[in-house]
């Protein structure tokens, strides 16, 4: 049997984007904002319903920039529980990282434990959306606006994810998108920020491109951030067939959601509360009373043919080069060890067969 991989990138129709390469291979026109970067940045925004979008080339340079875009300095306060990227992100810009627990339910940062790290050094809450679901937007926002606080939202499962209010991609100052293979919505690479500022998109593509404002005037020391014109016409692509993909993975998350209730052990993630989804995960949490560890599992898995994967593990605050920082110490994060202990993430991708579904049900049962 073919390996069965925990995601597969979505590939529309490969003679549709021959159609689109014609056009870059006559133009010649392959980067700096060329006529299909400014199309997909239009056409992104009008379907996120956001005010503004600036692509990039990969949503860990749009972090870099998006805290070089709001002066951030001193101190993040950011979660464990998320790609390495995001505390990565912080490190480059030189400043440091304070890590909080998250909620048990969500996986997203525990607002309560926010205001302790809070010091004079802080400037900046950096959530994740974990697996696409919404951080408490509303007690974050409250409490970057009683401290003076910015917020970025590292968003990068949460492409077209709506609350009551409308994109959650609206909350904070700022919002990172990822267009990773991997990722519900891609560009092979890519990714963007969302800002609800005119002033503040300014400077962001300032600061990815080199600090141009024109030809001869260089308004700051930014970095080569630019997504090329190959990415920005497949993701104008893609567009046309995402509302379908999401459908076919809100298909295959009922059908776990049904075949696996009451199995000792395994607890299956909250049911979606925000207003529009794009279960971009399906993640399980392997508690004690199951018959074997996660790992196990994991192991007998792999040994079928069937990638999962156990996303996030190991916490970014256990990693050595993280350990020193301040709120890593196991005693601040019990939660986010006990979830990054029990989870595993279940293969979900658009054309994921009924069959192997089964078979993956049949391996967990």
């Known amino acids: 049997m073919n390996q069965i991989t925990v995601t597969k990138p979505f590939m529309p129709p490969l003679d549709e984007y021959v159609e689109y390469l014609k056009t870059i291979w006559e133009s ?89 790290a809070i010091t004079p050094k802080t400037s900046l809450i950096m959530p994740v959306h974990v697996y696409g679901r919404t951080c408490d937007t509303a007690a974050i926002g409250e409490i970057a606006n009683n401290y003076g606080l910015r917020c970025i939202y590292d968003a990068a499962h949460s492409f077209g994810v709506r609350d009551k209010a409308g994109s959650v991609l609206r909350h904070g100052d700022l919002s990172i998108l990822s267009f990773h293979a991997t990722k519900v919505f891609n560009t092979f690479e890519g990714g963007a920020i969302v800002c609800n500022d005119i002033n503040i998109k300014k400077r962001i593509d300032y600061l990815k491109n080199f600090g141009f404002a024109n030809e001869t005037k260089i308004v700051a020391s930014g970095i080569n951030g630019k997504m090329n014109e190959l990415q920005a016409a497949f993701g104008l692509l893609q567009l046309n067939y995402i509302d379908d993909a999401i459908s076919s993975r809100a298909s295959i998350d009922h059908l776990y959601r049904e075949l696996l209730q009451n199995i000792p052990g395994v607890r299956l993630p909250e049911a979606w509360d925000s ?91």
Request: glycine share 4%; with cysteine; charged share 15%.
């Open 28 to 116: 010649r026109h392959l980067t700096n904002g060329g006529p299909f970067h400014e199309q997909f940045e239009t056409a992104l925004a009008e379907y996120l319903d956001v005010p503004y979008v600036s692509l990039f080339n990969n949503a860990t340079m749009a972090l870099i920039v998006a805290m070089q875009a709001l002066r951030v300095q001193g101190e993040v306060i950011t979660t464990p529980y998320s790609f390495v990227a995001t505390a990565h992100s912080v490190i480059w810009n030189h400043l440091t990282p304070v890590f909080v627990d998250i909620d048990h339910d969500s996986c997203c940062m525990d607002p309560t434990k926010i205001e302790q």
């Open 275 to 365: 207003e529009t989804h794009n279960y971009s995960y399906f993640p399980i949490f392997i508690t004690p009373e199951y018959h074997m560890t996660r790992d196990d599992l994991y192991e007998k898995m792999r040994g079928a043919g069937v990638h999962a994967r156990r996303y996030f593990y190991p916490l970014i605050s256990n990693m050595p080069m993280y350990s020193g920082c301040a709120g890593s110490k196991i005693t601040n994060l019990p939660v986010a060890n006990k979830v990054a202990s029990e989870v595993l993430c279940l293969p979900i991708y658009p054309d994921l067969s009924y069959e192997h579904v089964l078979k993956i049900v049949e391996l967990v049962k």
